[in-house]
């Protein structure tokens, strides 16, 4: 989760004297300091047996628990390189790394730095492996890399000056290390910031992967006017975006200034960042990055009082309700004064199973003075309710509100307002589920709000479907369209998050990862653009036999089909890891009216809701110029309604997800 303020580190390259550097770094309102496992000035004999003589480093006594268990990020020794090619020195880097680890353990530090060195890691993978395997303290591997490879860039420089492959590479060492440590949650990566910054991109890219801290070396600095440290604007930018998705600053290098000057000018840098309070999301999500949550099933479940005042604090959503709603009645009034009305029916709801009914009709007003008639369907408390009487006041238009709700403790409070708020209005609440109230006349507008993060998983289209006969022929739906979207994403974090989501065996992980999840997604990256996947309109056109006839079920209702089955294609930019795909909607209420969560359309200040992370089994490597396809089915039974999917790159094709629903369902 975002954090409040900045921590800043000072990372120590050998210290003699811990206690003192540790002082050092505490005065100076450092929050922990990076230091050397092994003491300098300490031999380290090994015997063929792979064991020690005698001490290696300096004793743990020398600082308190409290100190060695949240101020101290142990750096295991730069030169070890358990996949070194010469066997004997690959062994003995091994027994070194597995001592200095174990030592690691024993002082019980929260975090541990190591380095990578290439791309091959199998070796210390496994070796890591084990250590958590018998490690029972919760410490954190940092792996750290450089943000560029000089190696490569030396190699390349005569090649192609614009070439990648330089800025590629660390990525490369780190995605292949962390799928060999399957993308375990405790593995972060440290990125050392260097003086040249790659593209966006490239940026972008670091910018999905679980960053702990960001290296930001004294070089880096240069001294203003007034003699004291700062950074370039690029580099600005970037620690400020590596700090916004969680990363620790590590500062690094020789001392060319006073060490409190570089945390006094990362603090003001921090403070001078835009402030999260103008953005609506960004203040309602603090506290949510990135935390898993599951759908909600509002037809199979009744929301409770927390849910509804959440929903009902939206700045934006029920305002562009209101405007949709405000046009709708003005485009009924034109209707009507164009067309007239051709039937006369009364103006009092009959309504079968009535439960409570506030407010009376006239049964002999003339056609245009009618009043229109609105049906908020799964009306909640009354936001619908409240944004209709208000774009009636602002239309002059004359309204009847019949509010149908199936929660008993919303219709509680519709009923409490009927009395006590709106006993001047023409309201009625109904009691109970939309598709299966019976009453008239129909009605001139239905109005809901029963979209889910995905636009229909939480049953929109068989919902309204089902209500279908409630209104007239010609009326107005609002909402009239919704779309489905997707994006595929990589995202180390969520996916792991995904599979640890629910905790069991290995058939309990699997359904983890054929689940969606409602998530607010700050440690993502996308990979291709953003596609449509379902769409469906309302009022919904029925089904035609084969001689062209319309279908109809035994209300006299014209039959639906809401079953899909859409197939995707993406071509990758560049290399990546793709985790599963981020998934958002828009909608077009009335009219020019729309709500949106798609990132390039979201609607500004708009907080209902979050988008959804469908995750997929196995984490693909897709690489510049490879094809993405995926296929995406939306299945209906009589009693439920699931997704399927199934991803394919070049050869490799992911299992089909979710056959049959039997992982994650939505209950009708």
Not at 529 to 540: G, I, L, M, N, R
């Amino acid at each position: 989760m975002a954090q409040q303020e900045i921590s800043c580190g000072l990372d120590y390259i050998t210290a003699p004297d811990l206690q003192a550097c540790l002082s050092e770094a505490l005065h100076a309102n450092y929050a922990f300091i990076v230091s050397p496992i092994i003491h300098p000035r300490f031999r380290r004999p090994i015997l063929p047996s792979g064991g020690t003589v005698g001490g290696f480093t300096r004793s743990d006594m020398i600082l308190s628990p409290q100190d060695w268990n949240s101020r101290i990020v142990g750096k295991i020794s730069e030169y070890l390189d358990p996949d070194a090619p010469a066997p004997i020195v690959r062994q003995r880097h091994e027994d070194s790394l597995n001592e200095e680890l174990s030592y690691c353990r024993g002082l019980g530090l929260p975090a541990v730095m190591l380095s990578l060195h290439s791309k091959y890691t199998n070796n210390l993978a496994r070796t890591l492996h084990t250590y958590f395997e018998t490690s029972h303290h919760p410490t954190l591997i940092w792996a750290s890399v450089p943000m560029l490879c000089h190696k490569t860039l030396k190699a390349n420089i005569d090649i192609d000056n614009e070439n990648d492959d330089a800025w590629n590479e660390p990525w490369h060492w780190w995605t292949k290390f962390h799928e060999r440590m399957g993308w375990d949650k405790r593995i972060g990566v440290v990125i050392e910031m260097s003086a040249d910054l790659p593209s966006q991109d490239i940026l972008k890219r670091w910018l999905g992967e679980p960053i702990r801290a960001i290296i930001v070396p004294t070089s880096l600095f240069h001294n203003n006017r007034k003699g004291y440290p700062v950074l370039s604007r690029a580099h600005q930018q970037v620690v400020v975006s590596m700090v916004e998705h969680d990363a620790q600053v590590i500062v690094s290098g020789a001392r060319r200034s006073n060490i409190e000057y570089y945390l006094q000018y990362l603090y003001r840098l921090w403070k001078r960042r835009p402030y999260i309070g103008d953005d609506p999301m960004l203040s309602y999500a603090k506290g949510w990055e990135d935390y898993l949550q599951t759908p909600l099933q509002p037809l199979a479940d009744n929301l409770d009082t927390h849910t509804y005042n959440v929903f009902e604090k939206d700045p934006v959503k029920y305002d562009q309700y209101q405007k949709a709603i405000a046009q709708a009645l003005t485009d009924m009034h034109k209707k009507r004064k164009g067309e007239g009305i051709d039937d006369h029916q009364s103006d009092s709801c009959i309504i079968e199973a009535k439960k409570c009914e506030v407010g009376q009709g006239d049964n002999t007003v003339k056609e245009n003075e009618r009043p229109i008639t609105v049906m908020v369907l799964g009306a909640g408390r009354g936001p619908l309710v409240r944004a209709t009487l208000n774009a009636a006041d602002i239309t002059n238009s004359k309204v009847k509100v019949i509010a149908v709700e199936k929660n008993p403790c919303a219709v509680v409070v519709l009923a409490a307002q009927v009395r006590e708020v709106w006993r001047d209005r023409d309201v009625i609440v109904i009691p109970g589920d939309m598709r299966q109230v019976n009453f008239s006349p129909k009605a001139d507008i239905i109005v809901s709000e029963l979209l889910g993060s995905w636009g229909d998983n939480e049953l929109s289209p068989e919902c309204l479907d089902g209500a279908a006969g409630l209104l007239k022929s010609g009326g107005i739906s609002i909402p009239r369209e919704y779309s489905s979207y997707v994006a595929p994403i990589s995202s180390p974090r969520l996916w792991a998050a995904a599979r640890a989501a629910s905790p069991g065996n290995s058939a309990q992980i699997e359904k983890n990862l054929e689940t969606l999840w409602v998530v607010y997604m700050q440690n993502k990256h996308d990979i291709a653009e953003t596609k449509c996947v379902f769409t469906f309109d309302h009022p919904a056109k029925g089904m035609k036999n084969y001689e062209g006839q319309d279908l109809t079920d035994y209300r006299g209702l014209p039959m639906t089909d809401n079953r899909r089955c859409t197939t995707l294609t993406w071509e990758v930019e560049q290399d990546n890891v793709m985790h599963g795909f981020g998934g958002y909607f828009d909608c077009l209420l009335y009219g020019k009216e729309m709500i949106s969560i798609v990132p390039s359309t979201h609607s500004p200040g708009m907080i209902s809701w979050f988008p959804i992370f469908i995750p997929i089994k196995t984490p693909l490597r897709v690489r510049k110029g490879d094809k993405i396809k995926a296929i995406f089915w939306r299945c209906v039974s009589a009693r439920r309604v699931w997704y399927e999917w199934i991803v394919e790159v070049g050869e490799h094709t992911t299992p089909l997800h979710n056959p049959n629903g039997r992982s994650s369902e939505m209950l009708l």
